[in-house]
């Protein structure tokens, strides 16, 4: 701002130039979205079962999750009293069904062998099978025929079963497959287990 006194008819008279000035500052917000994750898995009932013929049940575990980088689904069994070989009871809580296969770990599933595969065994049905999203998981085998699905016991401690690693909007549905059979000198009646599923995000 420039000021000038000019003198006019014995009269003071100020003019003021006034000079614009600008600047400018750029401001960057900032947030963080927390994570946040639900799960939700039913329970499953196998049916009426004759030795040496084995039966199978799915169920579902439901995943939402905001998460950038997806989620991990895990599993171990919590039937009171249960061994690296055991997982259902019996209703008299003495009489255990064995079972044939070896608790899951990263690398440890087999095929079932119809006949000779005894106990109870899990596996994750592959996308074609039912699951939303691509299991980064591939212990399970390629699809669900005989040839190619894979299973495993229950583990003792917690083991990652499914893995997807990418961000997903809505739910992801995971679909379990549990398959029983027993040898004919397995004790009549109703035995239970209880499992439990967890999920994290990665």
């Keep these: 701002m420039a000021a000038a006194l000019v ?19 750029p401001v ?10 639900t799960l ?9 079962l004759t030795a040496g013929t084995p039966q199978s049940a799915q169920a579902t575990c439901t995943v939402t999750t905001n998460g950038q980088n997806g989620f991990n689904l895990k599993v171990h069994k919590t039937t009171a009293s249960s061994t690296a070989t055991t ?9 255990w069904i064995t079972d044939g296969l070896t608790g899951y770990s990263a690398g440890v599933s087999s095929v079932w062998t119809a ?18 999203n691509a299991n980064t ?4 085998g390629a699809d669900e025929t005989a040839l190619n699905a894979k299973y495993a016991a229950f583990p003792v401690a917690d083991q990652t079963i499914y893995n997807y690693a990418s961000y997903f909007a809505s ?12 040898p004919t000198t397995q004790k009549s009646g109703a035995y239970t287990g209880t499992v439990q599923y967890t999920a994290t995000t990665n």
């Design 28 to 37: 960057t917000i900032t947030a963080t979205i927390l994570e946040t994750l």
């Design 7 to 25: 003198v006019l008819g014995g009269i003071f008279v100020t003019t003021v130039v006034v000079r614009a000035f600008a600047d400018n500052k």
């Design 87 to 95: 997982t259902m009871v019996h209703s008299d809580n003495t009489t």
């Design 171 to 182: 739910a992801s549905a995971v679909n379990i497959d549990y398959k029983l059979d027993v």
């Design 40 to 48: 939700a898995c039913n329970n499953a009932s196998i049916s009426n």
């Design 115 to 132: 006949g000779t595969t005894k106990g109870l065994g899990f596996r994750v049905r592959s996308v074609a099978g039912g699951t939303t």
């Design 137 to 140: 998981n591939t212990d399970w």
